[in-house]
């Protein structure tokens, strides 16, 4: 019977992984299958009485301890990396995956895969809606009614990069390891732990857990690695999530991800977790109140749309609008920025991006399909371009409104960074095959700006407007605008110039060559476009044009 289970375990595990392992509750293989012997260059029969931890490089050897604990606990364990010793000491790197099963002597199956399928094209999905489901579905496991609730704890190391500039990388690396895997043994699930930067943790784990032992453990892991035999010292803040219990549990996962984000972005240097104990549970309560209600915002339409020119320096003419969101509950003045950010960080941008196109889709088509005056873009977030769960819907909204093409341009803001460009130039080339001109948006507000330009096949960039005004100010702006002007005019593509306010800006931008203008100067934003015509202070773009005659 025990031989049919095995057998059963292996023809699964082998659709997965190259070689199989059994080992016993003390970590000692007592079964192999597959080429172990071919890879490490030992005979397999060596390797039976053997802990595994003895077959791997020192470095690994912490981290497939706690694999074995977290499997022993847990359950499973997830394509973790590790790197086998093969027989002349060279590494060999491979996947670790498996699980333990009870009825048979709570023995521990684990999988290697020796190399890593790269994903398939278009499959990479949102890391931060990844996370909140699998968050989500462990929380959602939970049994209020016996007093199980869920609890985020953050956790920094003080002098952590004092410590890791004395070890060697390897060490450097397996002592980060070993910390997030001790982490993964005590979360609602291995997957819901967070390095957020070098020494400062966050995990989801249940309220029962004894936080002042985790504090001693990851200690004491710490001195393991520390050549000195010091270790570091862990600051630890633990927030239990009751008070967000009513509440859609990806909801509040989300929110958890906020605080994680914003606990990152915060920095750890003097971070006070005292006070961040006290204010935690409330800040993500809150962010999962928000996230809910800009779910309702968004599922209800209760954003409007208001529209700014971009007029062409040759012509002098509207050549398209930009259409801008306002959000109803917000206050005179109070600008979108803002909630766009929060929808970034929460994983809820592509359904507002996806919103906003239905929008001015809808718009656009009260207006005549056979006018050239109506064409509008509308923002697309990085985020958003790498999510199938935005695109595929895009694609079909699209489809099902072919009138479109021509009359809808997309802007794509650096606001959050696109990490796959491959895939992001993939999606944009579907967009512009179907009629649609596609704008990179905020160029040079960040360090990505020229890397995007060389990767992505666009029709048009927009130069942030702080930029712009930098270089307007700098002895060597001139300069640097005008050239970048005229590399964008070799490699076809058109240039809008934000934020033209004054003459000022006007006549520097035009003299530097650029196609567009974008600015106050020209009208600000407004729901009726009517109010663009006749355009405001046209005049001035006709006074540049004879100068130039």
């Not at 020192?58 to 590790?82: M, N, S, T």
């Amino acid at each position: 019977m025990l031989k049919d289970e095995r057998d059963r375990f292996a023809a699964f595990a082998f659709s997965w992984g190259d070689i199989l392992l059994e080992l016993d509750r003390a970590g000692v293989i007592a079964h192999v299958a597959g080429p172990l012997g071919a890879v490490t260059g030992r005979p397999e029969t060596a390797a039976l009485g053997v802990p595994l931890r003895d077959l791997v490089m020192p470095a690994a050897a912490p981290v497939v301890d706690q694999l074995i604990r977290i499997a022993a606990k847990r359950g499973r364990i997830d394509a973790e990396p590790i790197e086998l010793k093969r027989a002349d000491g060279e590494p060999v790197s491979v996947l670790l995956s498996g699980y333990a099963l009870g009825d048979i002597n709570e023995h521990v199956f684990i999988a290697l895969r020796l190399s890593q399928p790269p994903a398939a094209p278009g499959s990479r999905d949102d890391p931060v809606a990844a996370f909140a489901d699998r968050a989500g579905a462990a929380i959602s496991r939970l049994d209020p009614a016996a007093g199980e609730r869920a609890a985020l704890t953050l956790i920094t190391l003080r002098n952590f990069r004092a410590l890791s500039d004395r070890l060697h990388a390897d060490t450097r690396a397996s002592l980060q390891a070993s910390l997030g895997l001790y982490l993964k043994t005590n979360a609602l699930d291995s997957g819901l732990v967070a390095e957020m930067e070098d020494g400062a943790f966050g995990f989801l784990h249940s309220t029962g857990l004894a936080i002042d032992q985790i504090k001693r453990q990851i200690e004491e892991i710490s001195r393991q690695f520390d050549p000195q035999g010091h270790g570091l010292t862990a600051d630890v803040a633990a927030v239990s999530l009751k008070d967000a219990a009513s509440l859609d549990s990806v909801d509040v996962a989300k929110g958890v991800v906020y605080a994680i984000n914003r606990f990152r972005h915060g920095g750890t240097a003097g971070f006070d977790l005292a006070r961040v104990s006290r204010k935690l549970t409330d800040f993500v309560a809150e962010a999962a109140n928000d996230i809910t209600s800009f779910k309702s915002i968004v599922a209800d339409g209760r954003f409007s749309v208001v529209f700014q020119p971009i007029v062409s320096l040759s012509s002098g003419r509207i050549h398209h609008y930009e259409a801008l969101c306002r959000f109803d509950h917000a206050g005179d003045g109070e600008s979108p920025y803002r909630y766009i950010r929060f929808a970034e960080e929460t994983g809820l941008i592509h359904a507002f991006d996806l919103a906003m196109a239905a929008k001015v889709i809808e718009w656009l088509r009260t207006k005549p399909i056979n006018r050239s005056g109506y064409e509008v873009a509308v923002n697309l977030s990085g985020h958003s371009l790498q999510q199938e769960r935005y695109v595929e819907p895009l694609l079909k909204l699209l489809a099902a409104n072919p009138w479109t093409r021509g009359k809808l341009l997309f802007e794509i803001t650096e606001s959050a960074r696109i990490g796959d460009l491959a895939m992001a130039n993939a999606v944009i080339q579907q967009l512009r095959s179907r009629g649609h001109e596609v704008c990179l948006d905020d160029f040079g507000s960040g360090a990505a700006s020229f890397e995007y330009l060389s990767h992505l096949d666009i029709d048009v960039i927009k130069l942030d407007g702080q930029a712009v005004k930098s270089a307007l100010q700098a002895q060597k702006g001139r300069a640097f605008l005008s050239a970048l002007a005229g590399l964008c005019g070799k490699l076809g593509v058109r240039t809008v110039a934000e934020m033209i306010d004054d003459e000022r800006a006007l006549d520097f931008v035009a003299s530097c060559g650029c196609d567009f203008v974008q600015g106050y100067l020209f009208g600000r934003p407004d729901p009726d476009i009517r109010r663009f015509q006749p355009l405001p202070n046209a005049n001035l773009i006709r006074r540049l044009q004879w100068r130039v005659v």
